[in-house]
């Protein structure tokens, strides 16, 4: 059974951080890439960071870099966001995703459930 659990979101102070977790099991963690959505109310969910095999692979977007981390221990089979400097903006609900693309064109992609992050003071 596929289980992704976030976790660390809360209210936090605009300047403030927080480092959110996602613990995995049922799938080989170390073949997948992570990454790290956010949905705040009545927009789409967009990409924030995503990190590859090796960990060296990192995207992030825009409105993150240099604020956001994401990184992976592949023995404890968690991904990470170490988001700092946290605005207003930066309020949603974060979702881990687990991504696997194959050669023959399948795509498994697996979700956690969503962890709260509200930036307000």
């Known amino acids: 059974q596929v289980q992704l659990v976030e976790s660390g979101g809360g209210l936090v102070q605009p300047g403030g951080s927080l480092r959110l977790s996602c613990e995995t099991s049922?799938?080989?963690?170390?073949?997948?890439?992570m990454r790290w959505f956010r949905q705040a109310p009545g927009k789409e969910r967009e990409l924030v960071a995503g990190?590859?095999?090796?960990?060296?692979?990192?995207n992030y977007a825009e409105s993150v870099k240099g604020r956001f981390t994401i990184s992976r221990d592949d023995a404890k089979r968690t991904a990470y966001l170490q988001m700092n400097s946290l605005k207003p903006e930066d309020t949603a609900v974060y979702y881990c995703?687990?991504?696997?693309?194959?050669?023959?064109?399948?795509?498994?992609?697996?979700w956690g459930q969503g962890t709260q992050v509200t930036v307000s003071s």
């Open positions: 990190i590859g095999n090796p960990a060296s692979n990192t």
């Open positions: 049922g799938f080989t963690f170390h073949g997948y890439a």
């Open positions: 995703n687990a991504r696997l693309r194959v050669l023959d064109g399948r795509d498994f992609q697996y």
